[in-house]
């Protein structure tokens, strides 16, 4: 009877100690694949531009006020209409780096 239950208890923590294992495994894999697919946050996407203007397009259902981001200064915001797109104008040597809501 002992060697039974010796066999049982080496049995059932092999069992336990290889399930926590096998379930970190499986639960890292899923958050890496979504942190790499996460969507740009906000409405306001930075379109098309040139010297002294830019296009901010609204991704979203909902009138925004939005700007673009430019070196020292930013433009004042304007409104966009529902998944509509909006120009704003810049100086002549501005090159934005992002748009947001205002």
């Known amino acids: 009877m002992t060697r039974l239950r010796s066999a049982l208890v080496r049995a059932a923590a ?3 100690l ?23 946050p906000g409405c306001a996407k930075l379109g098309a531009y040139g010297r002294g ?11 925004i006020s939005a700007s673009v981001e430019v070196n020292g200064w930013d433009p004042s915001c ?19 780096y992002y748009a947001y809501e205002c």
């Open 53 to 63: 203007w830019a296009d901010i397009h609204n991704a979203c259902g909902h009138t």
């Open 78 to 96: 304007i409104q966009i209409g529902p998944y509509g797109i909006g120009r704003i104008g810049l100086d002549a040597d501005d090159e934005p």
């Open 14 to 16: 092999g069992a336990l």
């Open 18 to 40: 290889a399930v926590p294992a096998a379930m970190g495994t499986a639960s890292a894999a899923p958050v890496a694949a979504e942190a790499v697919q996460a969507p740009e």
